[in-house]
């Protein structure tokens, strides 16, 4: 190849019409389902060498999720986070989680 040349690196796509690179939003409906009519389950996870208790799934509106989230927050003074439909807590608190979920009358697999 000579100096004043550019290279071509054409391989037969077509970047013209019918090409996108946004990702279609797929519609996903969401039940809202009443804290007796849930069925919630534990899970125990390592993060970064610390352990994090996850429970869910809810089936809440985001907002009513949140407010569950920052009062379980507040009475069992940790961390956590609510992404994806799961809540999650810093350390290993599964009993105390419990205890509270169902005091606001949230029911669990057995």
């Not at 190849?1 to 996903?28: F, I, N, P, V, Y």
């Not at 569950?68 to 807590?89: D, P, Q, R, V």
Request: hydrophobic letters at 35%.
């Amino acid at each position: 190849m000579s100096r004043g040349t550019k290279l071509s690196l054409d391989l037969g796509a077509s970047w013209g019409e019918g090409w996108s690179m946004e990702e279609e939003k797929t519609s996903q409906t969401l039940t809202i389902l009443e804290p007796s009519d849930h069925r919630l389950v534990f899970q125990k996870e390592k993060r970064k060498g610390k352990v994090v208790t996850l429970v869910g799934p809810f089936s809440l509106r985001e907002e009513d999720a949140q407010k569950t989230l920052s009062s379980l927050k507040k009475s069992l003074a940790c961390g956590g986070a609510y992404k994806e439909g799961w809540m999650e807590f810093q350390g290993e608190i599964a009993p105390k989680v419990r205890e509270n979920l169902e005091k606001l009358s949230f029911k669990f697999k057995k």
